[in-house]
């Protein structure tokens, strides 16, 4: 009996794929959308009521190289994501396919046998 595909998925995942799928399923939902909405929020605001005393004054230059590699990691990320869908997408193929050749084997098995059933039904 094959093995349930997420089950061969699993096991040939390596630390930097766990990590990867942490960090996409965190990064991949509204929560995460929220919480960047307030730091933004926040981090401006803070900003602007400093006045003199900013650390981050406008245009907020250092923000925006924050932002820029958070995008740069996340978009890797992503790709990371996408990639390991397509491995699980090929053990998921493959698995498959070893199922239709079991099956297709057991047809012809199944047709041999009712085929001898119907000869020796017509003796």
């Not at 930097?16 to 929560?31: E, K, L, Q, S, Y």
């Not at 401006?44 to 907020?60: H, K, Q, R, S």
């Not at 869908?85 to 396919?97: A, F, H, M, P, V």
Request: glycine share 4%; net charge positive; charged share 25%.
């Amino acid at each position: 009996m094959p093995k349930h595909p997420k089950k061969v998925f699993e096991e040939k995942m390596t630390v930097g794929d766990r990590i990867a799928a942490i960090i996409a399923r965190f990064t991949g939902n509204m929560a995460f959308v929220w919480w960047h909405a307030f730091l933004f929020v926040l981090w401006i605001g803070l900003n602007i009521a400093a006045g003199e005393l900013a650390w981050d004054p406008y245009p907020f230059n250092f923000l925006t190289m924050v932002v820029s590699l958070e995008a740069i990691f996340l978009s890797t990320f992503v790709l990371i994501a996408q990639n390991r869908e397509s491995r699980k997408n090929e053990i998921r193929e493959q698995l498959d396919y070893e199922v239709n050749v079991k099956a297709e084997k057991e047809i012809q098995e199944i047709k041999k046998l009712l085929q001898l059933l119907s000869r020796t039904k017509r003796k």
